[in-house]
């Protein structure tokens, strides 16, 4: 075998998540003579497993780490004038992840396809441009009044995908659409859809790359992309390639299941829900009970419809620096602090560990400002502590949503809070659902609606629509 640093003349990626139909690389290569130095990358080497059709729920974890250990491996054999070969039987995620993952950084790309005839494709994305778009349709909304979220981008041989089945996705994962563009190619007479060749190849990757560059500029305020994929696995795979993964951070490759869409796979993955949480209690302020609030929110976050979803941690005697490096190197969704406060400050507690530092609102703000990650901020704050009604408005100049308190809060009823709150948000309901009933538990105390927690949220923003677990 050939040392990692010296390139072969030709390398074969093999997406063979299939587990039925499965191509033969020998036979690839026999039908491809000419290079005698071959490396042979198969993705169930790199502990994928197939499955039915390329595609399983409970296996898109594994088909996506089975596509990037590939990669991978791969990138070191693959040179300026190596020729690259992609084949195999796997799920359109799988493909168009496979050419996100080779991305544009090599141009000889052939793509090897068997029609239902049983006659192979060798489709090469280099070659000349043929004269006829592939593409019939391009749509591109105006801006979005929104300020951020995601982008749609639907890429079709043929089929439309419909409006109603992209919005139902998104909030099922609980993400704000920001615009939905819009890729359609208009299909022969008396067929569903046009076919990916060897004569349009060239120019239907030149255009996939050319439209989704424009996305960055149409919409300044997209944190990252969901592209929705109909046609053949050849399509898919240009699609990811076109995708420049320094430009869009993010990008989803929804699955179409049943009569709607599943989360498929995603780049970078997104296992768990980061919910961190900042407990303060110094030493010179009156005491609290901080660590039955903590205990209930593990409780509740560790059943079995959560178990695998959320990644939970816990600062004790929580200082303002642990804030602002949390911020810059965890990149939580959730953010939760409990502890004192009012008005104008929370009370963190100072490096020593003992006596209280009072960090004004406006410093609180600022650090959500600037240190949040531009791809995936915190989208809610939950500040569990007296009279931050006003801090939690105003924090939502940066993040989605934020939940203060109005009144001066016991410790029974901001316990009660937490643990009513997080048990509804594991279950799969939604912001607003989990909110209402964690404020409704609190009339257990004879609470009043002036009495009570205040949801706030960005404009454009829908706390109906946002679930941070999905409901199983």
């Known amino acids: 075998m050939k040392a990692p640093n010296q390139h072969a003349e030709r390398v074969l990626l093999m997406l063979d998540l299939a587990a039925e139909n499965q191509f033969d690389p020998e036979q690839i290569l026999e039908l491809r003579p000419g290079s005698p130095s071959t490396k042979v990358f198969s993705a169930t080497d790199f502990g994928g497993v197939r499955t039915g059709r390329g595609w399983s729920r409970d296996y898109t974890r594994n088909h996506s780490a089975a596509v990037e250990a590939m990669v991978s491996a791969a990138r070191p054999y693959i040179g300026r004038h190596t020729e690259l070969l992609v084949s195999g039987m796997a799920s359109l995620g ?24 049983r006659q192979w494709d060798f489709c090469s994305i280099g070659g000349v441009q043929d004269r006829e778009p592939y593409f019939d349709q391009i749509h591109f909304p105006r801006r979005s009044a929104k300020e951020s979220g995601r982008v749609a981008v639907v890429v079709s041989s043929g089929y439309a995908v419909e409006p109603e089945l992209i919005e139902k996705f998104f909030e099922q994962q609980g993400e704000t659409l920001l615009s939905t563009v819009t890729l359609r190619a208009v299909p022969p007479a008396g067929s569903t859809r046009k076919d990916v060749t060897v004569h349009n190849t060239p120019g239907l990757a030149r255009s996939l790359c050319a439209e989704i560059e424009k996305v960055k500029l149409m919409y300044p305020g997209q944190r990252g992309l969901a592209v929705f994929v109909v046609g053949p696995a050849q399509l898919a795979f240009l699609v990811g390639r076109a995708i420049n993964p320094n430009v869009y951070t993010s990008v989803w490759f929804p699955h179409k299941h049943g009569d709607g869409y599943v989360a ?209």
């Open 94 to 117: 799988s493909y168009a992840e496979l050419g996100l993952r080779v991305s544009s950084w090599h141009d000889d790309v052939t793509l090897v396809n068997q029609r239902k005839d």
């Open 264 to 472: 498929g796979s995603k780049v970078p993955w997104e296992d768990k829900v980061r919910v961190r949480m900042l407990l303060s209690a110094p030493e010179d302020l009156s005491p609290m009970d901080l660590e039955q609030e903590q205990m209930l929110a593990v409780e509740v976050l560790d059943r079995p419809l959560s178990r695998d979803s959320f990644d939970l941690a816990v600062e004790h005697a929580a200082t303002f620096n642990q804030f602002f490096e949390m911020l810059m190197y965890e990149r939580p969704q959730i953010v939760h602090f409990s502890g004192h406060g009012n008005e104008n400050l929370l009370a963190f507690t100072k490096e020593d560990g003992s006596k209280a530092d009072l960090v004004p609102a406006e410093a609180m703000r600022r650090a959500l400002g600037s240190a949040k990650d531009p791809v995936n901020p915190p989208r809610l704050v939950v500040l569990n502590a007296c009279l931050t009604e006003k801090q939690a408005e105003a924090m939502t100049e940066h993040v989605e949503f934020a939940i203060g308190m109005r009144p001066k809060i016991k410790d029974a009823r901001a316990i009660a809070f937490t643990r009513r709150f997080y048990d509804a948000l594991a279950s799969g309901r939604s912001l607003q659902n989990a909110f209402d009933q964690a404020r409704d538990y609190l009339s257990k105390w004879g609470a009043k609606a002036d009495d009570t927690p205040k949801l706030f949220c960005r404009p454009g923003c829908d706390p109906n629509r946002v679930r941070f677990f999905e409901a199983k």
